[in-house]
């Protein structure tokens, strides 16, 4: 028996179109398309587009999960076309359609605003409230692999937009700030370099916060890069209870310890040796 | 107010429903266990009033209605608001929420107290 994942064979591509100039409503389009073993969702676009439908649209850019833009809606999941083999999904039928929760600009296209929208809301940079050291700085922060550690996961968030794709709260509440602005909120706010609580509740202490999340996991087990947004919420609620009863980051819990004369020389004593060719 | 406390209120009446509800049931369900008397005759006209009289009943009764109002329209609140509406409508489901709780802790108050204050013989 041949297996289902591994042997190159035709596939029905199952497209939902939609072009907002000529159609009222979104319809669903059909292509065989002989698919080999490795093959990714967007190179058997770009195959169709190449060879049957030159219409065909989507948002893609560097085919190696790193920018973000191919999120789509592939056999019910949320996924990154490029990072999804159609020898893996193990149907015959493959179906593509835009990322549920948000509006369709064309075909596959989603609109990202409100993801654009909600992360640009938690002020997701880090806040220092001494404005003349952000202006002249006059050293440099130390951060500590366990300080890092705290919140890094969460910086390897690639704005593609799955997780919001895959919450069922947003679906019924699109006004919820969403697993990844709120995911974003927490690692801003535990970055020890940061002191921006203050500046963040009006934006994220409200009804459409972080108590909104219902627990699903769905951000989770949707996030390509191993993200584990629902347990970033968590730590936010946390943050936030402890920043209510006043025991709430106050100030970044470390000082700038190495003035940039100091990193001056030390760059040049590790600098790499004088070429010798 | 911040969200934050209005949800951990939330969460810390839980232990205090827990506590009340107990009392309560120990004393509307549990009399035979507690008080050596029949559940018909705790749950009589007459021995409610008599129980009604006792300070510690209206403290808890009253106590035990805050809490469980609070944690019940708290979580209303949340359904209702999912729910597709614009943030003027939210707004407005806000203040009808505390309105109503407002409206019933006010009448369970009175009803508490007029049993508190119910002569003494009819």
Redesign the interface.
């Known amino acids: 028996m041949s297996d289902k994942t591994t042997t190159p064979r035709e596939i029905t591509f199952r497209v939902r179109r939609f072009d907002p100039d000529v159609d009222t409503a979104p319809h669903w389009s059909e292509y065989r398309q002989h698919v080999h073993d490795g093959m990714t969702v967007l190179e058997a676009l770009h195959q169709l587009k190449a060879e049957q439908e030159p219409t065909l649209s989507w948002r893609s850019s560097c085919r190696m999960g790193v920018c973000g833009s191919c999120g789509m809606f592939v056999n019910d999941l949320p996924q990154l076309a490029c990072q999804t083999q159609v020898l893996h999904l193990g149907t015959d039928v493959v179906t593509i359609a835009p990322l549920p929760n948000y509006d369709n600009v064309k075909d596959l296209v989603p609109d990202l605003a409100p993801l654009i929208e909600k992360h640009a809301a938690v002020k997701p940079y880090i806040i220092y409230l001494d404005q003349i050291e952000i202006d002249s700085p006059t050293g440099e922060f130390i951060q500590t692999p366990d300080q890092r550690e705290e919140f890094s996961q969460f910086t390897h968030c690639i704005k593609c937009g799955l997780c919001l794709a895959a919450c069922p709260t947003v679906a019924t509440d699109p006004l919820f700030l969403g697993p990844q602005a709120l995911a974003q909120a927490y690692r801003y706010t535990a970055d020890n370099r940061d002191c921006g609580m203050k500046e963040r509740i009006s934006a994220i202490d409200i009804f459409h916060g972080p108590y909104q999340c219902h627990l699903a996991g769905a951000c989770s087990q949707a996030c390509p890069k191993g993200v584990d947004p629902a347990f970033g919420i968590q730590l936010l609620k946390r943050a936030l209870v402890l920043d209510s009863i006043g025991f709430g980051k106050k100030k970044p819990s470390v000082a700038k310890i190495m003035p940039l004369a100091d990193v001056v020389k030390a760059i040049e004593e590790f600098a790499p040796p004088p070429r010798t060719v | 107010m ?4 209005l ?2 209120w939330h969460l810390l009446v839980i232990p205090i429903i827990i506590v009340l509800l107990g009392l309560h049931f120990a004393i509307m369900h549990y009399a035979p266990v507690f008080y050596g008397v029949s559940v018909e005759e705790a749950r009589n006209f007459e021995t409610m009033i008599e129980r009604g009289k006792s300070v510690s009943q209206l403290v808890l009764y009253i106590l035990l209605l805050a809490a469980a109002l609070y944690h019940g329209l708290y979580g209303l609140r ?1 359904i209702i ?4 509406m614009t ?1 003027a409508l ?1 707004k407005i489901v806000d203040i009808t929420v505390i309105c109503v709780g407002l409206f019933i802790f006010a009448f369970g108050t009175y009803v508490t107290w007029w049993t508190f204050s119910y002569p003494v013989g009819g």
């Open positions: 911040r969200e934050t406390r949800w951990s949340g608001r999912e729910l597709p943030p939210g």
